[in-house]
């Protein structure tokens, strides 16, 4: 039997030239082939027996020939304030989760591009769950798309590459996503309404300059200091600091820090100066995120006044600052903490998630 291309795993004009093929191959018609490939993004459908527009037989050819493989949710939270949590299981059994922010008009999806993540931040639930493998192409975009099957169908204004995850990591499967998300033969979202968040790996953020569109990105600093930022992120160093807001600088779009606020670690006024000058090196915008009320990871959150005498302090150094509202606290904030709970409330786990949920 012949292998089944995974048509998901292709940009959305490859999808739709091998689709033309193999409907004209076939005596259907070269436009059948652009009907399916609709049907793969920007009007999904579950199965190729529900493109009920296409005739039967041919329905029944792309079933043999290709796949669009799905996820299988296995666990949702809906928080009082409208955010919403989805837990996805992939075919080898790993689990990977993706979050809905609605904010007035606009709807933001935050996905996931790694299952785990070999990073090891200490601040982060998915770094303490370890590293199983990148996400393949189909199983990042898949992500929008499930949650576009759903009846009524979720449909993302925004995305942040902000779950689970380093996505510069995964350079080669995001490179292709990418252009899924972004396509109008894909699903549509503009460029600048989709935003890269990395801890600063350096190859990848030249790889993303490198493309013409006008992604944003953001850069998780959480800390100003080389000393400070190896204790909270090992890969600091790997990619020294100096080096990332460099990279930033070079960057030639808009580019965001992300900084979570660690009770009595990187909160202190000299840390809002020396914060600020980074800032300016590469005129980024500071995002200030307080942590879960709860703490993380052994980590206390700020106090909201320290956040607010923080960001005052940036402030006055010209640099552009806002805090984060919390969003879904009640369903677990931190990344990774819904595939945690799932995981260690007993539905039978591979010996590699045991050994994740002991850690976590
Ligand atoms: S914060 Fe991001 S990069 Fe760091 S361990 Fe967590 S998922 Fe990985």
């Not at 309404?193 to 993303?208: D, E, F, K």
Request: charged share 20%.
């Amino acid at each position: 039997m012949t292998t089944r291309t995974n048509l998901l795993d292709l940009t959305p004009s490859e999808a739709e030239r091998v689709l033309r093929e193999f409907a004209e191959a076939h005596g259907a018609g070269a436009y059948r082939g652009s009907q399916t490939a609709r049907h793969l993004w920007t009007a999904p459908v579950a199965t190729f027996e529900a493109m009920t527009e296409l005739p039967a037989a041919f329905r029944a050819l792309l079933a043999e020939h290709f796949t669009m493989p799905r996820l299988e949710l296995t666990a949702q939270q809906t928080s009082t304030d409208g955010t919403r949590k989805f837990l996805f299981r992939m075919h080898d059994g790993q689990s990977i989760e993706t979050v809905s922010i609605p904010d007035d008009d606009r709807v933001t999806f935050c996905i996931s591009s790694q299952a785990g993540c070999p990073l090891a931040c200490a601040f982060c639930a998915t770094g303490a769950m370890g590293f199983a493998r990148n996400l393949t192409p189909s199983e990042i975009a898949g992500q929008v798309r499930e949650l576009a099957l759903l009846d009524p169908p979720l449909r993302a204004t925004n995305i942040v590459f902000m779950g689970m995850g380093e996505p510069l990591m995964n350079w080669a499967a995001v490179d292709r996503v990418l252009t899924i998300l972004n396509s109008p033969q894909g699903f549509g979202i503009g460029a600048r309404h989709i935003t890269i968040s990395t801890v600063g790996w350096l190859p990848g953020i030249q790889a993303l300059a490198a493309r013409p569109e006008q992604f944003r990105l953001a850069i998780s600093v959480h800390a100003p200091s080389d000393a400070l930022r190896a204790t909270l992120m090992p890969v600091n160093i790997k990619f020294p600091l100096d080096d990332v807001i460099a990279a930033a600088a070079d960057f030639d779009r808009r580019v965001t820090f992300e900084y979570v606020m660690l009770g009595g670690v990187n909160d202190q006024p000299e840390h809002a100066k020396m914060l600020a000058s980074l800032a300016k090196r590469c005129r980024a915008f500071v995002n200030l995120i307080p942590l879960h009320p709860g703490g993380s990871m052994g980590f206390t959150p700020t106090g909201p006044s320290e956040i607010g005498k923080f960001a005052r302090t940036i402030r006055a150094q010209g640099v552009e600052v806002a805090i984060r509202k919390s969003r879904g606290t009640d369903i677990s904030a931190a990344c990774g903490q819904l595939r945690v709970e799932r995981l260690a409330r007993g539905r039978p786990a591979t010996a590699d998630e045991d050994r994740e949920v002991e850690i976590a």
